[in-house]
């Protein structure tokens, strides 16, 4: 590979002999790959990818590949994920019941760990501030069947203003010089120069100088680069330590392989050494610089609330259903599920679309929200369609109609077109659920012998 010059030397100077070398050399190795098992479908997804080399540092992670247009993905049950980036979800350790904000989460490979290990309990916001890629992530987010995550496509400026202290765990996963994705990326090179890092840690201290705006009192703020850089890792921690008293690094874990945090690449801060870096040239992954920042202060000093006013996200953005809606609702559900499935208390309409949306009580008026929680369906006339979430958010176990189809069918039903049955599987014209190996991957409309298409048109292919 053709690295910089002005990189060789950096890096021969920062790591000396042989291990520059090593470090060197690794660039010309081939690429990192690494695909991760969804937990809440692990058990139909396991049998179906390649999983001879787990991965030891995080909970359901593989060496290897699994294709994009395969069953596997498609229906949410594994993230593909090179092995190093891995490592932040677990440092993360998303509980049940947290309050957890991905602050640059695009295309979602955090996110998507941290929602799935949540359990459904309590709330994920996974925001991106480009557009384009905030509707990647809104995808990536919805095929993984999160129920309790919240999209947004904000600044974080604009976020920290709306949620003071609302955070137990934030994630920064900041945008870096990609020193970590020159193999898998070489364009990534071309943006390199000697004062590029320099330039990526001024963005990153305004990103978190937001970020810690939103953590609560006693929270942790996650911070990570896919950068060697010691100006976008050490050096950027080094000034939060110094900007503030009230945190200190965590300790973080370090797996065969994993090296400590460098305090002599910085002010020589002892604690610099609780985060860890992942060297490509010393284990199999792309390489990744992760900080686990602890808010020390009492939690009792601040009021954690929102701000007054403001409690109950749904009072301006959404509103509740007429009585005729909630006939048709409930007539659908009823139809084609075989128990209540979900709680009509969360249950808010945004114009035509009805969500069901997290347990929170964050404010979202005036925020851009790509998702909120689960998309239930649509109003349209005098009818109820339900959303293709719904294919990817609840087990086959929970359907009235389930239609395990064949790798034709599958493949006929993705690009778009209808099935025809042999026999009809409903007496009476009902939506029900497309599976492939078991899995859940689409709803359809079962009229008859014929199985309507309602695949999303931006997801066909
Ligand atoms: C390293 S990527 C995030 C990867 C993601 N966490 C994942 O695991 O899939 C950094 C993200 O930060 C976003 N970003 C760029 N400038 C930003 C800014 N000023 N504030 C917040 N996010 C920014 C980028 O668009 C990009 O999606």
Same mark, same amino acid.
């Given at each position: 590979?053709?690295?910089?010059?002005?990189? %060789? /030397?950096?890096?021969?100077?920062?790591?000396?002999?042989?291990?520059?070398?090593?470090?060197?050399?690794?660039?010309?190795?081939?690429?990192?790959?690494?695909?991760?098992?969804?937990?809440?479908?692990?058990?139909?997804?396991?049998?179906?990818?390649?999983?001879?080399?787990?991965?030891?540092?995080?909970?359901?992670?593989?060496?290897?590949?699994?294709?994009?247009?395969?069953?596997?993905?498609?229906?949410?049950?594994?993230?593909?994920?090179?092995?190093?980036?891995?490592?932040?979800?677990?440092?993360?350790?998303?509980?049940?019941?947290?309050?957890?904000?991905?602050?640059?989460?695009?295309?979602?490979?955090?996110?998507?760990?941290?929602?799935?290990?949540?359990?459904?309990?309590?709330?994920?916001?996974?925001?991106? %501030?480009?557009?384009?890629?905030?509707?990647?992530?809104?995808?990536?987010?919805?095929?993984?069947?999160?129920?309790?995550?919240?999209?947004?496509?904000?600044?974080?400026?604009?976020?920290?203003?709306? &949620?003071?202290?609302?955070?137990?765990?934030?994630?920064?996963?900041?945008?870096?010089?990609?020193?970590?994705?020159?193999?898998? +990326?070489?364009?990534?090179?071309?943006? &390199?120069?000697?004062?590029?890092?320099?330039?990526?840690?001024?963005?990153?201290?305004? %990103?978190?100088?937001? #970020?810690?705006?939103?953590?609560?009192?006693?929270?942790?703020?996650?911070?990570?680069?896919?950068?060697?850089?010691?100006?976008?890792?050490?050096?950027?921690?080094? &000034?939060?330590? #110094?900007?503030?008293?009230?945190?200190?690094?965590?300790? %973080?874990?370090?797996?065969?392989?994993?090296?400590?945090?460098?305090?002599? &690449? #910085?002010?020589?801060?002892?604690?610099?050494?609780?985060?860890?870096?992942?060297?490509?040239?010393?284990?199999?992954?792309?390489?990744?610089?992760?900080?686990?920042?602890?808010? /020390?202060?009492?939690?009792?000093?601040?009021?954690?609330?929102?701000?007054?006013?403001?409690?109950?996200?749904?009072?301006?953005?959404?509103?509740?259903?007429?009585?005729?809606?909630?006939?048709?609702?409930?007539?659908?559900?009823?139809?084609?599920?075989?128990?209540?499935?979900?709680?009509?208390?969360?249950?808010?309409?945004?114009? +035509?679309?009805?969500?069901?949306?997290?347990?929170?009580?964050?404010?979202?008026?005036?925020?851009?929200?790509?998702?909120?929680?689960? /998309?239930?369906?649509?109003?349209?006339?005098?009818?109820?369609?339900? +959303?293709?979430?719904?294919?990817?958010?609840?087990?086959?176990?929970?359907?009235?109609?389930?239609?395990?189809?064949?790798?034709?069918?599958?493949?006929?039903?993705?690009?778009?077109?209808?099935?025809?049955?042999?026999?009809?599987?409903?007496?009476?014209?009902?939506?029900?659920?497309?599976?492939?190996?078991?899995?859940?991957?689409?709803?359809?409309?079962?009229?008859?012998?014929?199985?309507?298409?309602?695949?999303?048109?931006?997801?066909? /292919?």
């Amino acid at each position: 590979m053709n690295l910089p010059k002005d990189f %060789i /030397n950096k890096y021969q100077a920062l790591l000396g002999q042989p291990e520059a070398a090593q470090f060197l050399a690794s660039f010309d190795q081939p690429v990192e790959k690494g695909f991760r098992i969804n937990p809440m479908k692990a058990d139909l997804v396991t049998p179906l990818v390649p999983t001879a080399e787990p991965i030891a540092y995080v909970k359901g992670g593989y060496f290897g590949t699994v294709k994009g247009n395969s069953i596997a993905h498609t229906s949410g049950g594994v993230y593909s994920q090179e092995p190093s980036a891995m490592y932040v979800g677990a440092v993360v350790d998303p509980q049940p019941g947290e309050v957890i904000l991905d602050l640059c989460a695009a295309p979602g490979g955090k996110s998507t760990y941290i929602g799935s290990q949540m359990a459904g309990q309590g709330v994920l916001v996974a925001n991106e %501030i480009n557009a384009k890629r905030a509707k990647v992530l809104a995808e990536n987010v919805e095929r993984f069947g999160l129920k309790n995550a919240i999209v947004t496509n904000e600044t974080p400026d604009r976020l920290a203003a709306a &949620w003071p202290q609302q955070f137990d765990k934030i994630l920064v996963d900041a945008p870096c010089s990609g020193e970590g994705m020159f193999r898998k +990326d070489p364009e990534a090179m071309t943006y &390199w120069q000697l004062a590029y890092p320099e330039t990526c840690a001024a963005r990153q201290k305004e %990103i978190l100088t937001a #970020a810690l705006k939103m953590l609560k009192p006693g929270g942790q703020l996650i911070y990570s680069t896919c950068t060697f850089a010691p100006e976008e890792d050490e050096q950027v921690m080094a &000034w939060v330590l #110094a900007q503030y008293p009230a945190l200190s690094l965590k300790p %973080i874990q370090k797996y065969a392989g994993m090296s400590a945090g460098r305090p002599e &690449w #910085a002010d020589g801060t002892a604690s610099l050494a609780n985060a860890v870096r992942l060297w490509p040239h010393l284990m199999r992954g792309e390489g990744h610089f992760i900080a686990c920042l602890q808010s /020390n202060a009492s939690p009792e000093k601040t009021s954690t609330r929102a701000k007054k006013g403001h409690s109950k996200h749904t009072a301006k953005t959404s509103g509740t259903l007429t009585k005729a809606q909630q006939t048709l609702v409930e007539a659908c559900l009823a139809q084609t599920f075989k128990q209540p499935v979900l709680d009509f208390q969360y249950l808010r309409l945004q114009g +035509d679309h009805l969500h069901l949306v997290p347990q929170s009580t964050l404010p979202l008026t005036q925020l851009k929200i790509l998702r909120n929680g689960l /998309n239930v369906g649509v109003f349209k006339k005098n009818r109820f369609e339900l +959303d293709h979430d719904l294919a990817l958010s609840l087990p086959a176990a929970a359907y009235q109609v389930v239609y395990e189809v064949d790798e034709t069918a599958y493949q006929h039903y993705r690009h778009g077109e209808s099935l025809t049955l042999a026999q009809p599987l409903a007496a009476k014209k009902t939506f029900g659920l497309l599976t492939y190996q078991h899995l859940g991957f689409a709803i359809g409309n079962f009229v008859g012998t014929q199985v309507k298409n309602f695949y999303p048109k931006g997801l066909r /292919n």
